[in-house]
DNA sequence: GATGAATGAGTATTCATTCAT
DNA sequence: GATGAATGAATACTCATTCAT
C-alpha cells in the first residue's frame, strides 16, 4: 500500500464506504456489499483495510477532516467575530449529501456512527471556537467567564438541533437568545443567525 | 399470560433483560443468554415476549415509568418553584444501579437504547417542566417567551452532563448560569443545583 | 367428548381449521393461530384433537363428506345418464368459498392438503361415476370396456380442470370431445356441459 | 464463484441437494443435513447459493435439463412420429434413481417439489410434442384440431400415470385408446407403447 | 371439560475474517 | 497487489406438544 496507485485506490474504497456507512447505517452494510459496490474481490478490501472497524475509523477521520478544514477557515478569515461564530457553527451541519438523507440520519443503524462522529467533531471545533470567543472578549462584544464550557454547550446544543432536523422559528429564537447571553453579548448581537440556518 | 403468577415471571424476566441491556448493551446481549441468565427454555421467553424488540420497549416503558414518576410526585409536592425543577431534573438522573455502570453507558453497544431511552424520556419530562415553569412565571420568578422551548434545551443540557458524566465544577456552573439567564431568573435563583449534582 | 355439547364444539373448531387451512395453506397455519381465530386455550384444542395432522385428516374427511354426499343425490336422482354425469363432476368443484380464494389453492403452501383431498375424492367419486356410466351402457348411450380405468381418467382430468382454474373454451371442447370418445358416446351427447361449467 | 473449480463444487453440492431433496423430501432436508453430507461448512454452502429456495430451483433446473434434453433429441431423431410421440413421453418418466425411491415420492413432503417439476415439465414438453403431433397431422397419421389443449391434456395424463405407479394394464389400455382417440389416430397405431411402459 | 404456562429441538440465514495461490 | 473459496460461530425466532391444576 505504498504506491500512489494503492493510496487512490484506498481513498476510492473509503468514499463507497463512507457512501454507504451514511445511507444504511454502520451496522447494516456488510462487507459484502461494500466490495460488491466497488466491484474488487473479498481479499482486495482486507488487503487496504485491517478490519471493517478499522473502515469505519477511517471514514469518520475522513469527514471530521473535511468539518475541521471548513472551521478552520473560518477562524483564520478576516470576518467579524459574530460572524466567525456563525461559520464555525454552521460547518457543523452536515452537508447537502447527508442531509439529503437526513431523515436516515435518524434511524437507530445510524446512532452509533452519528454519536462517534459527533463527540469527536466537538473536540475538534471546541478550541477553534474558543479562541474566537477569546477574540471576541478581546474586543469587547462578549463577556464571560469559563470560554470553554460555554463554547462545548453551545456545539453540544447545535448537533441537537441539527440532528433532530425538526426545529422551528421558535427553537431558533431560543439558542440565538441563549448563545447570546451565555456568552454576555448584547441582546441581537448573533441575531443573523436566524437568517442562515434554513 | 392472564394469571398473577404469569405476571409475576414477565416482571421478573422483563428484570433480568433490563439488567443484561444495560450491562452489555442491547445488541450484544443475546436471547441465549438472557434465558440462561433466567434458566427457562427459549420457548418460554417467546411466551412472554413477541420479539427482542419488544423486550426492549417494554424494558424501557419500565425504566421511563419509574422516572416519570418521580418526577410527577416533584411537580405535585408542594415545594418552591426552583426546588421543583432540580427535582425534575433530578428525577432524569439515571439511578444507581445504572450509574455504577456509567462507564458502560458510553460503550457504543448501548447508544441505541440509551438514545431511545433518552428521547422518550424528554418527551415525557417536557410537559412536567414546561408546567413548573410557567407556574415560576406567574409568580415572577422567571420571564421568559417560549416556554417550551427552552424547557426542551435545558433538559437536552441535563441529559448531556448526565450522559457525559465527566462534568466538572465549571461545567455545572455555567449550566445553572445558563438556566437561570435562559428562563429570565435572577443570578443566584438556581444556584443550589450546584450542591445538589454530586 | 361424549356430550353433545363438546361434539358441537369439535365440530365448530374443524370448521375454523378448515377454513384457515384453505385459506393459509395447512403448514402455515399453526395451532396458535387456530386457537386465536377459535378463541380457545391451547389446552382445549388438545382436548379436542390429539394432533395437527389428526386434525388435518379430520377436516379432509368432512371435506369429503359433503361433496360425496352431492354426488350420491345426483347418482340416485331420475335425471337421464349425460346429466347425472355432469353432477357428479360438478359435485368436485370446489365451492364458492374455495372457488373465491382458487388462486390461493395453487400457492404452493396449499399443495399438500390439496393433493391428499384430491387423491380421497377420486376414490370416493369413481364408483358413484362407474355406476353411473354402465347405467349410460345398459341404456346403448355408451360403449366401451375398463369402465373403472375411463371413469377415473376422466376424473383426474375433471380435477386439472377445476385445479389450474386457466382452462380455456378450448381445452372445454377437448375434455368434452375425449370423454365422449372414451366412453364411445356420440358426437355432442356430452355438449352441454359447455354451458355448464363456467 | 468464476473459477471452473468452483463451478464444478457447485455441481457436486447440487447433486447431493437433488438426492437428498428426493429421498427425504425438500421441506424434510435442513441445509445442516447437506452440509454433513457434504462435509462443507454452512457458510460455503451459503457461498454457493443464496438460499434453500434458490438451490431447490437450481435442483429443479438440472433435472428439467435432462429431460428436456432427452425429449428435444426424440424429437430431432429420424423415427416415425408414432415411436417419437412415445419417446417424448418416456423421457417423462423419472428415471432409475428415481423410480428406485418411487414409493418416496408419494409420500407428502415430496409432493411440493414434484408439483413444482411437473408443471415444469410440461411447459417444456409441450411445444416439442406438438410439433411431432403437428408433423403426424401433416402426414395423415392424426386427424385433430386444438392440437396444444390434446398434447397438454395428454402429457397431463402421462404424469399422472407415473407419478401414481400403480397403473396396470387396463389403466394402459384405456390412455393408448385415448390418445388414439383424441388424435384422431386409427385404432392401434399407438398400440406399441403397450410394450413400452413396462 | 378446560386452561395456559412451559418446553426445547429445530430452522434458515448472516457475516467478518482467513489464507493459499 | 489482488483474488475468491472456505470458514463456523452466532442469532432470532417457530411451533407442535405436554401436563399439572
Known amino acids: 500500500m505504498k504506491g500512489e496507485k494503492g493510496e487512490r485506490r484506498r481513498t476510492a474504497l473509503l468514499k463507497i464506504a463512507y457512501r454507504m456507512f451514511i445511507e444504511q447505517g454502520y451496522d447494516s452494510t456488510s462487507i459484502d456489499e461494500i466490495i460488491a459496490e466497488a466491484d474488487i474481490a473479498k481479499g482486495t478490501y482486507y488487503y487496504y483495510f485491517p478490519s471493517k472497524e478499522a473502515t469505519l475509523e477511517a471514514v469518520i477521520d475522513m469527514m471530521l477532516a473535511e468539518e475541521a478544514e471548513r472551521a478552520q477557515a473560518a477562524v483564520a478569515s478576516p470576518m467579524p467575530v459574530p460572524q466567525k461564530i456563525v461559520a464555525v457553527i454552521l460547518a457543523m451541519r452536515p452537508r447537502q449529501e447527508e442531509s439529503g438523507i437526513s431523515t436516515t440520519l435518524e434511524r437507530s443503524e445510524n446512532i452509533v456512527m452519528h454519536e462517534k462522529v459527533g463527540r469527536r467533531l466537538i473536540e475538534v471545533t471546541a478550541p477553534l471556537l474558543t479562541e ?39 427553537d431558533i429564537e431560543v439558542f440565538v437568545d441563549t448563545v447570546e447571553k451565555t456568552l454576555g453579548a448584547q441582546t441581537g448581537t448573533m441575531d443573523f443567525i436566524k437568517g442562515l440556518i434554513q
Not at 134 to 139: D, L, T, V, W
Not at 143 to 154: A, F, L, P, S, W
Request: contains cysteine.
Open 132 to 170: 474566537v470567543v477569546q477574540e471576541g472578549i478581546a474586543q469587547g462584544i462578549f463577556e464571560c467567564t469559563n470560554v470553554e464550557e460555554r463554547v462545548r454547550m453551545i456545539l453540544f446544543l447545535c448537533q441537537r438541533i441539527f440532528d433532530s432536523g425538526h426545529f422551528n422559528e421558535r
